[in-house]
């Protein structure tokens, strides 16, 4: 019986050992790698709340990673970029739109160029609590930001950042001072990168919301306020659905937010240059 038995582990062997392979594989993105120069590196920091951060449900599509595309890991290293990009918050990550915005960006941009994206979106965050560099969820949120603003000026250059939020301002105390507040911290991102012309993209809120009338107001100041800044752009959000919450985009509408992002950057920053 015992003769048995280990010839019959001898001969599952080198399955047991392929399958183990295949699981390092899996996670081998990981590990810190090695990005090409600067000058062929373009960085862009995603910022907000949790519709930044990433509510939606990973998938097999959104951990393929992509030689050209990398992020970092919770101890600031570089790595392969696959989905969930964000670490902040452990029990709520989920899919974001970052890897979506930089597989499309890919189709416009020089071959020998690739793209560093930073996460420093904190779901829940309030725009006051940006500018005022407060720590939620154990995260000093403007602290953060430069931090990962240090980060990709060591590794690249630094094209622009991907902002969505607002709907912890959706209400009738913190709408009236979201217009100063968002030039403010646009003037923040702005100077912190040492670029006043750097773009910055914003996503309008959704349409799901139980509190419509609130979100439609903080999408008309989004837009009011590109109407002014040359070097912004907005996307919109109206046609996508929530992950059954009425708060957060499902996984469709993540991957569909981020090809808008990057096809929103090459058609107004890539395309006149």
């Given at each position: ?19 183990q392979?295949?699981?390092q ?14 000058n ?17 449900v ?24 696959k ?5 902040y ?17 890919l189709?416009?941009?020089p ?44 590794y ?19 709408i009236?001072?979201?217009p ?11 100077t ?23 979100w439609?107001?903080i ?9 002014k ?30 090809q ?7 058609g107004k920053f890539?395309?006149r240059?």
């Amino acid at each position: 019986m015992k003769n048995l038995l280990a010839s019959f582990v001898f001969l599952l062997l080198p399955f047991l050992m392929g399958a183990q392979a295949g699981n390092q594989s899996s996670i081998g993105n990981s590990k810190s790698v090695k990005l090409p120069k600067p000058n062929k590196v373009w960085v862009f920091l995603l910022a907000g709340q949790s519709n930044m951060a990433g509510r939606g449900v990973v998938e097999a599509q959104d951990t393929l990673t992509d030689p050209r595309i990398f992020s970092i890991n919770s101890k600031g290293e570089v790595i392969l970029a696959k989905e969930p990009l964000h670490f902040y918050e452990p029990s709520r990550v989920g899919l974001d739109c970052g890897l979506s915005f930089g597989k499309t960006l890919l189709k416009g941009i020089p071959k020998k160029v690739s793209i560093l994206l930073l996460p420093t979106a904190v779901g829940g965050s309030a725009m006051r609590q940006w500018l005022g560099d407060s720590t939620y969820r154990e995260v000093k949120l403007w602290s953060n930001f430069l931090e990962k603003v240090a980060i990709g000026k060591k590794y690249g250059q630094i094209k622009g950042i991907l902002w969505h939020q607002g709907e912890s301002d959706a209400n009738d105390k913190n709408i009236p001072l979201y217009p100063e507040n968002l030039v403010r911290l646009l003037q923040n991102f702005r100077t912190a990168v040492g670029n006043p012309q750097l773009p910055v993209l914003m996503g309008e809120l959704g349409a799901y919301s139980q509190n419509p009338e609130q979100w439609k107001k903080i999408n008309q100041l989004i837009w009011a306020h590109a109407a002014k800044d040359l070097f912004t752009a907005v996307v919109s959000t109206q046609d996508l659905q929530h992950k059954g919450d009425k708060v957060h985009f499902d996984s469709a509408g993540q991957r569909a937010m981020g090809q808008r992002f990057a096809e929103a950057y090459l058609g107004k920053f890539v395309a006149r240059k």
